[in-house]
């Protein structure tokens, strides 16, 4: 199992990024996968799931402007983010939820600043 996070930036507060997880060895439509981030000096935290079924749940903190989704054709997950805060400055990362002994992959950094 492998995944390749890509489309983290600067961005200024406010702003919007699509994050991308490319996933191979899993087929991502039958699990439930999740988008977490770290920030620096914290702990990794789940931000989004979204369930083979297409339920989702988001962390508070990011409810009402994350969005989680996948293309199923291109074995792709997503996460669109929007009215971004400098607390949401973190790398960011895909995994299965509940990671487990899941492999990571090398995060995409997103970064939230004026």
């Known amino acids: 199992v492998q995944y390749v996070e890509s489309g983290g930036d600067l961005v200024q507060p406010g702003g919007s990024l699509r994050l991308s997880c490319a996933a191979s060895g899993i087929t991502i439509s039958y699990a439930q996968m999740g988008w977490y981030r770290q920030a620096p000096g914290k702990q990794r935290e789940l931000v989004a799931t979204l369930r083979h079924v297409g339920s989702t749940d988001y962390a508070d903190s990011v409810k009402g402007r994350f969005t989680i989704s996948r293309d199923s054709a291109r074995n792709t997950l997503y996460l669109q983010m929007n009215a971004l805060k400098p607390e949401d400055t973190a790398v960011y990362y895909c995994?299965?939820?509940?990671?487990?002994?899941?492999?990571w992959g090398q995060g995409t950094q997103v970064t939230v600043s004026s």
């Open positions: 995994n299965t939820n509940p990671a487990g002994t899941s492999p």
